[in-house]
Structures are given as structure tokens and as C-alpha cells.
């Protein structure tokens, strides 16, 4: 009797770096600034920080590149456009909470 075996395609982010990740993260943040562009943060769970960005309206066929960033870099792009919660689910919340009273 032959097996038959159905695979589904394993999708992985790869980094510019050429890291390679899988598809779960410990958290995922997208943002649209004021020029229509997407900024994307996954948090790993080894709490490594990797960042992508679009604009939807003229990149329709350009390839999405994610690169490692450290976690001050996601703070920079990211903090300031993030809710106390959604901020609290990428960083640590007491330092969440000293950087939203210092900003």
C-alpha cells in the first residue's frame, strides 16, 4: 500500500545577515508611519529583534529584506507609536515604563 504523505511548505524568515528564523515569535508589531510605509518588529524567543519595512503602494513587487537590529534600534522605531500594552509585549515593562515618562 503506498504511503501517502501531504507536506505543507515550512516557511522561514531569513535576515540580510543570512540568519534564518522560523515562523513563531514571541511577539509581532506592524505600524504605518505618515508616508504610507509598514514597519514590522518580530521579537524572537531569544529576544532578538528583526525589522522590515514597505510601502504597499510602490513596492508591489519589491522583495521583503528583514535585518537583525538591536533592541535600542526597535525602541527607536518603534516606541514612540506604541501603546503602553503593545509596547509592553516587545520590551521589558519596567523599562517601558521609564521611557514613556522620559519621552
Do not use: W
Amino acid at each position: 500500500m503506498p504511503a501517502n504523505f501531504t507536506t505543507s511548505p515550512t516557511v522561514t524568515l531569513k535576515t540580510t545577515c543570512g540568519k534564518s528564523f522560523g515562523s513563531l515569535f514571541k511577539a509581532i508589531k506592524m505600524m504605518r508611519d505618515e508616508q504610507h510605509n509598514f514597519h514590522v518588529v518580530y521579537k524572537t524567543f531569544t529576544d532578538e529583534f528583526i525589522y522590515s519595512f514597505c510601502n504597499p503602494f510602490l513596492d508591489a513587487d519589491a522583495e521583503n529584506t528583514y535585518q537583525l537590529i538591536s533592541e535600542d534600534m526597535a525602541k527607536h522605531i518603534f516606541l514612540h507609536r506604541l501603546s503602553q500594552e503593545n509596547a509592553s509585549e516587545l520590551f521589558s515593562t519596567a523599562e517601558v515604563s521609564r521611557l514613556s515618562v522620559v519621552s
